[in-house]
């Protein structure tokens, strides 16, 4: 499956994005996205993810509260809305698509991933 990733952009703390995932390819297997940011100097982070039904959610205890994915499979098209930005939440924003929800490392080497988006958050 391959993934690509849009829906950034600068704005203020306090403000909202929504980041949006689609995939194309192979997309009829039953895979995870979840998604992940690498602020600069910093290694990449997870934040989210949710399942193939979304049923199963997954998030950061730094964004909990403030983010909420969902998916739409009709669409292939995952999505992160973004709440209450904190200019912490600068960060290059990537999605990747797993097997199952695990560590970074699993879906580094067993998953897919797209190109970043930035979001950048001004104070």
């Known amino acids: 499956v391959q993934l690509q990733a849009s829906g950034g952009g600068a704005v203020q703390a306090g403000g909202s994005l929504r980041l949006s995932c689609a995939a194309s390819g192979r997309t009829s297997g039953g895979y995870v996205v979840g998604w992940f940011r690498q602020a600069p100097g910093k290694e990449r982070e997870f934040v989210s993810a949710i399942s193939w039904s979304g049923g199963t959610t997954y998030y950061a205890d730094s964004v909990k509260g403030r983010f909420t994915i969902s998916r739409d499979n009709a669409k292939n098209t995952v999505y992160l809305q973004m709440n209450s930005l904190k200019p912490e939440d600068t960060a290059v924003y990537y999605c990747?698509?797993?097997?199952?929800?695990?560590?970074?490392?699993?879906?580094?080497?067993?998953?897919?991933w797209g190109q970043g988006t930035l979001v950048t958050v001004s104070s």
């Open positions: 990747a698509a797993a097997p199952f929800h695990g560590t970074y490392h699993d879906y580094a080497n067993l998953g897919s």
